[in-house]
Structure formats: structure tokens, C-alpha cells
């Protein structure tokens, strides 16, 4: 049971750069799906939430600049980010949600944008 996260890296500041999630033991469509970042020294912040029926929700910080998208059909959850800031530097998190909470975390992955 496991969210193995991909994808991240280094960018300059108003490039764009995907991050995935992809699961395996889990019935994934029964999930609703989060993303997280952790900047360094900070705490851990929510980014986006995508339902089990394709509807996502935003941070204030990213909207309009993030879009998460799922893939039932493959077990995969994406975020992709264009016009990224340095202040978008952090390891970004997924994490598979159920009506208990969150039950399931990605192992993360590092995203640093340059300026």
C-alpha cells in the first residue's frame, strides 16, 4: 500500500514542472486526493484537493497557477504547476483521503525554484 511520488526538481522562477503520485493498494477511485508542501522551517500546508469525481480546489497561493488532474483508470494523481515563484520551493506531498482523514501519505518530492 503505497503513494510513490515523482516528478519535482529544480526550475527557474516562471517555468513549469509536474509532480505525480502514483498508487498501488488501494481502491484509488474511492479516494479523494491532496496535495502538500512543506517549505523548509515550515509547517506542512495543504495546495489542492481533487474528489473522487475530478473536482479540484485550490489553495489561495497556487489558484490559477496550479491544476491537479487524476487518472482513475491508472491509479495516478498529477499537479502541475506553471508560473512557479521561488516561494513555491518545498516537498510536495500527496495523500489519499477518505471519510476518516487523510490515511495514506506519498513519500514526497522536492521542488526548488530558482530566481
Known amino acids: 500500500v503505497q503513494l510513490q511520488a515523482s516528478g519535482g526538481g529544480l526550475v527557474q522562477a516562471g517555468r513549469s514542472l509536474s509532480v505525480s503520485c502514483a498508487a498501488s493498494g488501494i481502491i484509488f477511485r474511492n479516494y479523494v486526493l491532496d496535495w502538500y508542501r512543506q517549505a523548509p522551517g515550515k509547517q506542512r500546508e495543504w495546495v489542492a484537493r481533487?474528489?473522487?469525481?475530478?473536482?479540484?480546489s485550490y489553495a489561495d497561493s497556487v489558484r490559477g497557477r496550479f491544476t491537479a488532474s487524476r487518472d482513475n483508470a491508472k491509479n495516478t494523481v498529477s499537479l502541475r504547476m506553471n508560473s512557479l515563484k521561488p516561494e513555491d520551493t518545498a516537498v510536495y506531498y500527496c495523500?489519499?483521503?477518505?471519510?476518516?482523514?487523510?490515511?495514506?501519505w506519498g513519500q514526497g518530492t522536492q521542488v526548488t525554484v530558482s530566481s
Open positions: 481533487i474528489t473522487n469525481g475530478g473536482s479540484a
Open positions: 495523500a489519499a483521503e477518505s471519510y476518516l482523514g487523510i490515511e495514506l
